[in-house]
Structures are given as structure tokens and as C-alpha cells.
């Protein structure tokens, strides 16, 4: 009999329910598998904030913990805009992170060059760019105590502990291991003692990495230097908040947003699946947004969690196929595009899984 896999789904707010949509049609096209797949539905941020009065309940971290993997949509929205951080949709996303110790994302900036043109940079400083963000996803400033707020003031505390930043920096020295065997670490070191403490944890793991070329770049230069040649870059590894807005950036050199996947790892390479885009309430309900980036998210929890790269390679030729063949979601469209729908481009997409 073949094994029973768990995937627990949440939609959230905004695209979110779009997208997942999308995802499990593509899931649930995925042939000849040597599993069973178990899909369970629940609610996570603003949606779950409606109904349970709290962004992420113990009954959905209960099934969260006893899921094999978990594709999630995206949170957040006007509607709950005013509440404070510790009650805000995001906080949801934020508890499941981290008490399910999703420590490691990884989010890959692949640039396709069926939509080359809808970059806003020129075509020969992002064709074939294949790079990897390494996000450190469950510490620093998002979670670091103290933090309060009040009229006159109000703060943060960016804190990570020498084993937090050497349990990702080892994920970043196997990933480059992997790949081209190139390293940049990313802090602001010339002014941040937290990011003095990364540096010299990243040279002290670079010792046990000798092949790996390991650079270190702060944080404002790197920014300029991913729009500036971005295909300098292989790996790139950074704290959590420095990491989030170098995805965006190089979510922007594929193109678009709504292409980029992501996973975050635990220990155990049980992992949350989520597109990097966030809930795009001023598009949501409209059937025009891109469900590219959370399908291939499937393909990276295919590859990750359940140790199937190909099925990974599948679904991204997949999407390829359907590229080239001129179909495009609003976001991605050129001259000659073939605009379709969220749901006509998870058709085509399953399609070609199946
Ligand atoms: C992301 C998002 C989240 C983050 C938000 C929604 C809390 O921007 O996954 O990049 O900041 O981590
Ligand atoms: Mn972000």
C-alpha cells in the first residue's frame, strides 16, 4: 500500500484563496505519485480573525504539527489594518513560523526567459540569473523582546543568538555546496553589533566550507548591487528582516512578483510552502491575479519535504511550457501575450502535470 502524505492548506486573505486554488489543482493533477495525498483546509489571519477572534487558533497549529507539509496563501488586509502587531493577521503567519521553527526560507529568484520582457531591468543583465535567498525566518527584529509602543515612543529589539544565525548559515554553506559553491552573507555590520556577531559566525562556519567563496556585503550595498548586475550573486544569506526586502528586490528581477516561490524549512525539512507575494487586496477577487509563484511553491515542497525532485522538475517545466506557448497572467504579459485568468493558467499548468 503506498504511504498517506498530509498537506494541510491555508488560504488566508486577499489572493490567497486564489492562489491555493490554484495549487491544489495542480496538486491534485500530479500523476503517477507513490503517495497518497491527504489535503485538509482551515483558516489562517484576517479569515480566521473573523471567525475565531484570533489570527491563528490551536486547533489549526495542532493540525499544522501533525501535517507532513503546509501551503499557505498569503495574510493581511485593509479590513485589519488598525489593529496593533500582536493582533494583526501577520502575527498569524509569524506563530506558525515560529513555533513550528521554520527557521530556514528559502526563496529562489529564477528569472524565465519566455517573459524576460516583463522586467523592468534589460534583458542581459537578468537572462538565465538563477540565484537563492537563504531568509533567516523565525528570529531578529520580527520576534526579538523588548518591543513596545505608545505616543512618544516606540521600539524593537534586533537580537539573534550565535546559534540562530549558525544553524542558517550552515543551511546556506549546504545550499552553495549545491550549487556553485558562492557565498554572500548580508548584514550591516559597519554599524550593527548584531550583524558583527553574524560576520564572525559566517567566518567561523566558512572554516568547515573551504570550497565555498564567502563574501560579505552590507545590507545597502547589495541592494543596489542586485539591480545593478544581479548575476554576480549565487547564494545569498540574510537575517530575517534584511532578507525579507532582498526577496522583493530580486522577486522584481524575475519579472514579477507573482512568480516567486518559497519554503521554510525546520530541522526536520518539514516545511511551509508560500508564494513571496503578499495578500494584494486591490486585486483579490478579481480572477486576474498569478498563481505561478504558490504552484511552484508545490514544487518546491515536492522537492524539500517529500524528497520528489522530480516532480519539482515537472511542475516548473510545466510552467515553462505554458510560457512559451505565449499564455500569461496580467502581471507578466508582453507585447504578444495571451492574458488568461488565475484559474485558466492553473488549467493549463495541470495539464501538463498530468
Ligand atoms: C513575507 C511577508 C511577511 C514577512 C509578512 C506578511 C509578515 O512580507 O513573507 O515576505 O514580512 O515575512
Ligand atoms: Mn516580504
Given amino acids: 500500500m503506498k504511504p498517506t502524505k498530509k498537506i494541510l492548506?491555508?488560504?488566508?486573505?486577499?489572493?490567497?484563496?486564489?492562489v491555493c486554488e490554484e495549487a491544489v489543482k495542480v496538486l491534485k493533477s500530479l500523476s503517477n505519485l507513490n503517495f497518497n495525498l491527504e489535503l485538509d483546509f482551515d483558516l489562517i489571519g484576517g479569515a480566521s480573525i473573523?471567525?475565531?477572534k484570533s489570527p491563528l487558533t490551536s486547533e489549526v497549529i495542532k493540525k499544522a504539527n501533525s501535517s507532513d507539509s503546509i501551503i499557505l496563501g498569503a495574510v493581511g488586509g485593509k479590513k485589519w489594518d488598525d489593529l496593533s502587531p500582536s493582533e494583526k493577521p501577520e502575527k498569524g503567519l509569524l506563530d506558525l513560523r515560529s513555533k513550528l521553527n521554520f527557521f530556514a526560507n528559502l526563496r529562489p529568484a529564477i528569472s524565465f526567459k519566455e517573459i524576460i520582457h516583463s522586467s523592468s531591468l534589460k534583458e542581459e543583465k537578468i537572462k538565465d540569473l538563477d540565484l537563492l535567498i537563504v531568509r533567516e525566518l523565525t528570529s531578529g527584529i520580527y520576534f526579538g523582546e523588548p518591543r513596545e509602543k505608545n505616543n512618544k515612543f516606540a521600539f524593537n529589539t534586533m537580537i539573534y543568538k550565535s546559534s540562530e544565525i549558525e544553524r542558517i548559515v550552515e543551511v546556506a554553506f549546504k545550499s552553495a555546496m549545491e550549487r556553485s559553491k558562492k557565498l554572500c552573507s548580508v548584514d550591516k555590520a559597519n554599524v550593527l553589533e548584531v550583524s558583527q556577531l553574524w560576520r564572525e559566525v559566517v567566518d567561523k562556519k566558512s572554516i568547515l566550507y573551504p570550497e565555498v567563496d564567502v563574501e560579505h556585503m552590507l545590507v545597502d550595498n547589495a541592494a543596489m548591487q542586485l539591480v545593478r548586475d544581479p548575476k554576480q550573486f549565487d547564494v545569498i544569506v540574510s537575517s530575517n528582516l534584511f532578507g525579507d526586502i532582498l526577496s522583493d528586490i530580486s522577486a522584481m528581477l524575475t519579472g514579477s512578483i507573482g512568480m516567486l516561490p518559497s519554503a521554510s524549512l525546520n530541522e526536520n525539512l518539514k516545511?511551509?510552502?508560500?508564494?513571496?507575494?503578499?495578500?494584494?487586496?486591490?486585486?483579490a477577487g478579481q480572477g486576474i491575479v498569478n498563481p505561478i509563484a504558490t504552484i511552484l511553491s508545490v514544487g518546491m515542497l515536492m522537492k524539500y519535504s517529500f524528497g520528489e525532485p522530480l516532480i519539482s522538475e515537472k511542475i516548473h517545466s510545466a510552467v515553462k511550457k505554458v510560457l512559451s506557448e505565449g499564455f500569461a497572467t496580467k502581471d507578466i504579459a508582453q507585447k504578444n501575450s495571451i492574458i488568461v485568468s488565475t484559474s485558466e493558467m492553473g488549467d493549463k499548468i495541470a495539464n501538463y502535470v498530468s
Fill in 9 to 18: 492548506i491555508l488560504p488566508g486573505d486577499g489572493v490567497g484563496p486564489e
Fill in 50 to 52: 473573523d471567525k475565531y
Fill in 271 to 283: 516545511g511551509l510552502y508560500e508564494p513571496v507575494h503578499g495578500s494584494a487586496p486591490d486585486i
